[in-house]
């Protein structure tokens, strides 16, 4: 995903109320160590979305859970509504939680809107305290007032195996009111000290035959999908998980994604916000053994111009098909889905993908795509993509153009309303030169063609997917995703961990694209802290999300740059094609690029990595 100035207010405005005055939690002093045990994940607070009534929540007054008027749920009809008297008071809301053993993350997440009288823009006069035990998680007040509903999302790992005490304390002062509302709070855990036999990533080879249908206005998906899979350890597999990503987008109670009807496993219980589903085999699947699962499936498009939701008439349906996470030697990835960047790590696979629509909707999409006619005033596309690792389309009324690049990618072009032709075109220029400049550094683009869907309502810029990626108007912003095909594409990395190996690479390609050649790179540069690294994963960088952009996009290509320098041009070509080429369809780790840069010199570069801050 591109960072651009419509993404850079936007998060500016979101850090602002996420992120006032957090302190990250350390474990109690007195607190005994805990044994290692394997890691079930789960969601352990009870009746987040005060739809159940109070219980087991321990409330100040009785007003505090409510329904009444005056706010309003984030999801269902309930939510918890603290002060808003305009006088001095306090409420508070509290609930026993037991937070696993051996479950390397947790996090803690809720919904907060935040409204007030109070008109300061510098004095937090009314505060709502987020604690667990008698840790302080975070603070907010009256300067973080919102519109709506914001997102919090807080670390609290440190609290593995302990029970103890979650709550929220709201204090007022004495004249106008601030109202502290909060719903959907939920704690998730997820990851295990307990990691298979080898570091094999499985369930390998994955392949998916979907096939959905939608509604007149493509919003409203439903059909069928199934996974192939092999284990390719040597440790058995008794379980998978289901990666239901754009259940972020809605709530656990009114989820996107629903997934019913399951054969070929049983079901379990969704964690981490609902974007994890649990499916236990019939029996364990031996290494070298394969299996088939499938099951029913409903996709509701939400509003909005984001990679999954609807711009008007136009829908993006980005990571809406559930795909299997991925288990290797540190267990289960099961990380939460971030806004900031992206959490999504996956094998290359094939996807035979089938789309019942309206004729009256186009439908780009991942892969090569065929239409055949269907019922009255229907049509069925049918796109086949191999070597992915996920399938994402769009469908609306949008204005098309085509075109070929000079070394022969098929490029589509497809406009939402309000976009010129003359702009369409000159995407459709960026375009080509993008895809023929990425594949003359790294290796021929394997995918057919290549589809690009334009709007210049996407807060966030530009987001990637195999063959097909959402952009603004901007020649820098599409270059950037096209070379995503292969930095995150062909070259896979667990983007939630390792966040520079797609992003860093992506924005040095595409310097090299435009001709830019890092010159200027480090002119004021500025270490937020000693804990800032290029490596750090989208756990560090949502908890500091204005520093992201900065430091993985900007520093992170200028380590690329000045690595060049040091290498040499040719030797820094050689270097990064040979590695594509070494992790075409497989998976890229920082510990293996810098190797590989390393035997492409006989300088030591470990005081390079260092000074750059890149570990691993």
Known sequence: MRKTPHRSIALRALAVAALAAIS??????????????????????????????????????????????????????????????????????????????????????????????????????????????STTLATYSNLDKNTGYVKKTLDVSAFAGQTVSLSFTGAE?????????????????????TPPADSTRTPATPSYTVSLSSNTSGTVWTGHESA???????????????????????????????????????????????????????TPLAQGQSATIGFDLGITVPSGADRFGHDGAFNNIGNALPVLAVKDGSGWHLDPYTNNGESFYSLAADFKV??????????????????????????????????????????GPFSKISGTSAAGTAINIYSVSGISSSDAQSMLSTAKSAVDAHAARFGAYPYGELDAVIDNNYWFGGMEYPGFV???????????????????????????????????????????????????????????????????????????????STVVYGYGKCALHDLRRLLGDTAMTKLLKDYATSHWYGVSTTAEFKAAAQAATSTDLTSFWSTHRIDG
């Open 228 to 282: 192939t899979f092999t284990n390719a350890s040597s440790t058995a597999l008794s379980e998978v998980y289901l990666r239901l990503w754009d259940n972020y987008h809605g709530t656990c109670d009114a989820m996107p994604i629903t997934v019913t009807n399951v054969t070929g496993g049983t079901a379990g219980s969704l964690s981490v916000a609902c974007t994890a589903l649990q499916i236990t085999l019939p």
């Open 354 to 395: 089938t789309l019942d629509h309206p004729s009256t909707l186009l439908v780009p999409a991942t892969g090569t795509s065929t239409d055949t006619p269907g019922s009255s005033g229907r049509t069925v596309t049918t796109a086949t993509a191999s070597k992915v690792r996920d399938f994402a389309w769009a469908a």
């Open 470 to 548: 959402l952009d603004l108007v901007s020649t820098t912003a599409l270059t950037h995703e096209i070379g995503h095909q292969w930095w995150y594409g062909i070259v896979g990395d667990d983007e939630y961990n390792s966040p520079w190996l797609d992003e860093a690479f992506t924005d040095y390609a595409t310097d090299l694209a435009l001709g830019k050649t890092g010159s200027n790179c480090w002119n004021s540069v500025s270490w937020a802290s000693s804990a800032e690294k290029i490596t750090n994963s989208m756990a560090y960088w949502d908890a500091h999300s204005s520093r992201y």
């Open 173 to 193: 002062d004495s004249s106008l009111q601030t109202s502290f509302v909060l719903d959907d709070i939920a704690l998730d855990t997820s990851g295990g000290s």
């Open 24 to 133: 990250l939690p350390a474990a109690p002093a007195a607190a005994a160590p805990s044994t290692a045990a394997a890691c079930t994940p789960a969601q352990v607070v009870t009746n987040g979305g005060f739809e159940s009534g109070t219980s087991p929540w321990t409330q100040s007054s009785t007003s505090v859970i409510t329904s009444r008027s005056g706010q309003t749920a984030h999801g269902g009809t309930s939510y918890a509504w603290l002060d808003g008297t305009g006088g001095t008071h306090t409420d508070t809301l509290s609930q026993s939680v037991t937070i696993p053993s051996g479950c390397s993350t947790a996090t803690l997440s809720f919904w907060l809107h935040i409204d007030t009288a109070e008109t300061t823009s510098s004095i937090a006069y009314d505060k709502l305290t987020a604690k667990i035990g």
